[in-house]
């Protein structure tokens, strides 16, 4: 039985097209889950992704369709808690994890948990957790408010065509 849902959810996919202020798409958006939403806000030179998961556990890929990526890439998760993130191109993988305990944040590079970034590598995203207001917190599980990371500018060295997002909520 448990063999089927996950196949069945694997199967399952949606796709959603974000436009600019001239109509324009920029991002061609395709998440794990239909109920996922990931709205997209945008200015001249940065973008923010909203993401949005009822289930807590899912994936979307984000394929940008102009010529380069913003000059600032943020992420919103709007979870109660985050056990593990990933961002992924065909080169590169960057994962992280919050406490829950302290909301400390880990980070780390191509499936190596043991070898922690800190902030002087090039590959270094601060991961905040904001309240429902955009303040800072500590105090989790999140009842409404989001864990955001910027995406650092050597992620996109090479300009990808796209990246996958996947996340994990440690309270379903």
């Given amino acids: 039985m448990r063999g089927h849902l996950i196949a069945a959810i694997l199967v399952l996919s949606f796709s959603v097209m974000t436009c600019s202020a001239d109509d324009t798409p920029q991002f ?8 996922d939403r990931v709205e997209v806000k945008s ?24 010529e ?9 998760l709007r979870l109660k808690g985050l056990e593990n993130v990933k961002v992924s191109t ?9 406490s829950s305990q302290n909301g400390d944040a880990r980070l780390w590079k191509d499936g190596k948990e043991d070898s922690p970034l800190n902030a ?17 917190i500590k105090a989790l599980p999140l009842k409404e408010g989001y ?3 910027q995406l650092p500018k050597k992620f996109f060295e090479g300009n990808p065509r796209s990246f996958k997002l996947d996340w994990i909520d440690f309270y379903r």
């Avoid at 061609?28 to 109920?35: A, P």
């Avoid at 380069?68 to 919103?76: A, G, N, S």
């Avoid at 002087?120 to 800072?136: F, L, Q």
């Fill in 28 to 35: 061609k958006i395709t998440s794990k889950r239909s109920n």
């Fill in 43 to 66: 200015d001249k030179d940065k973008v923010v992704l909203d993401v949005r998961s009822p289930f807590g556990i899912s994936s979307a890929t984000i394929e940008r369709t102009t």
């Fill in 68 to 76: 380069q990526w913003p000059e600032k890439v943020l992420i919103q």
């Fill in 90 to 98: 065909d080169k590169l993988k960057l994962e992280a994890s919050v």
């Fill in 120 to 136: 002087k590598s090039p590959y270094w995203m601060e991961i905040r957790i904001m309240d429902s207001d955009g303040k800072p």
């Fill in 147 to 149: 864990f955001e990371m």
